[in-house]
């Protein structure tokens, strides 16, 4: 059975200070490992697509990256705008994953204080 | 484009009551699915579809039924409301016909207390 396992849970920085978020993984094949962001009272919303060990993908102030057994979400210089529920999910090309081949971590609750 | 569109986004139930959930994507994709989402618990998956006229159950679909008699629209029913389906219920579609699938474009989300 395929499992997701963010970290960690809640992060506080402060508004230019750099961190990551970690998105463990352990599945029998990955199709794809998936960045979304969710804000207060929405919907998750996509952020990455990453598919195999080694790739990168970047966009303003994040940067995803991806080994065989781990997701990071690099943040630089975050600003208070970047507060949000970062979600992690992977599809699983193989059977150990939900019904529909995804499992969702249960995310990383980030606060950027000014 | 209006993606994915859920209504109603806030709903209240008493204990027993019936009600749908509207989901309706104008993207072409053949996937829909919902979710709930619970503090502490994630993204759980409640049903799903691939296609018009398919539908499969998920993790947690006791006290839901779906049907998918169009591409567009994929509802979801509570037959009978129980205060443990108090939650975020969110639609999500993927993947135009024919193509890879790729990520999820979730609606705004429905949140629903049962009383």
């Known amino acids: 059975e395929d499992q997701v396992t963010q970290s960690p849970e809640a992060l506080r920085l402060q508004e230019g200070e750099s961190s990551s978020l970690n998105c463990s993984y352990t599945v029998s094949g990955l199709r794809g490992l998936f960045w979304y962001r969710q804000d207060p009272g929405k919907g998750p919303e996509f952020l990455f697509t990453?598919?195999?060990a080694g790739e990168e993908k970047e966009k303003e102030r994040l940067k995803a990256t991806l080994t065989k057994k781990e997701s990071f979400l690099h943040i630089t210089a975050p600003k208070p705008e970047d507060s949000a529920t970062y979600l992690c999910a992977v599809e699983d090309s193989g059977s150990g994953g939900g019904a529909d081949g995804l499992t969702f971590g249960k995310g990383t609750h980030l606060i950027i204080q000014p | 484009n209006a993606g994915v569109t859920q209504t109603p986004k806030f709903q209240v139930l008493k204990t027993g009551q019936s009600m749908t959930l509207q989901c309706a994507q104008d993207?072409?994709?053949?996937?829909m699915s919902w979710y709930r989402q619970d503090p502490g618990m994630g993204l759980r998956l409640i049903h799903y579809?691939?296609?018009?006229?398919?539908?499969d159950q998920g993790e947690v679909p006791n006290g839901y039924n779906v049907s998918r008699s169009t591409t567009e629209d994929f509802p979801l029913r509570l037959l009978s409301a129980a205060p443990s389906q108090t939650s975020v219920y969110f639609c999500?579609?993927?993947?135009?016909?024919?193509?890879?699938?790729?990520?999820?474009?979730f609606g705004e989300g429905s949140r629903l207390t049962v009383l």
């Open positions: 999500a579609s993927r993947g135009p016909a024919g193509g890879y699938i790729g990520e999820l474009f």
């Open positions: 579809s691939v296609g018009a006229g398919i539908t």
């Open positions: 993207m072409n994709h053949e996937y």
């Open positions: 990453l598919y195999s």
